[in-house]
């Protein structure tokens, strides 16, 4: 990255629907509505992405450099061409394990603090 370029830390913290999608693009290259189901099938149906707060997510997403459109596409058979696909930018997971790492750390302060006990 350019010395420029905003640190992953500097995004911090994420909002959770941003959190979700980046986890849902590590695995693979989806569409806005696959996105939403995995995040619910993730989240056991705890989060349900609306159309709206997933694409206004994902617009900010794109502009921050966290995500891309790839050029690429699924085999015709498996495609439908008005669906857009969305990728995790190396970037978008220097971003993601920021987070993990910032979640992590308050985990730790709750339970030393007495506020989670066990592992949950």
């Known amino acids: 990255m350019a010395s ?20 849902s693009l590590a695995e693979e ?6 996105i939403i189901q995995d995040v619910a099938v993730r989240t056991g149906g705890e989060l349900k992405l609306s159309a709206g707060t997933l ?6 997403m794109l502009e921050q450099g966290l995500i891309t ?11 439908d061409e008005r669906r ?19 979640l992590t750390q308050l985990v730790r302060l709750a339970r030393a603090s007495g506020f989670v006990t066990g592992r949950a």
């Open 4 to 23: 420029d370029s905003p640190s992953p830390e500097s995004l911090l913290p994420l909002p959770p629907a941003t959190f979700h999608i980046l986890m």
């Open 29 to 34: 290259d989806r569409h806005g509505y696959a």
């Open 55 to 60: 694409y206004r997510s994902i617009q900010r």
């Open 69 to 79: 459109e790839p050029r690429e596409r699924p085999a015709p058979a498996e495609d």
């Open 84 to 102: 857009r696909y969305y990728r995790i930018t190396p970037f978008g997971e220097a971003v993601a394990r920021a987070e993990a790492r910032r």
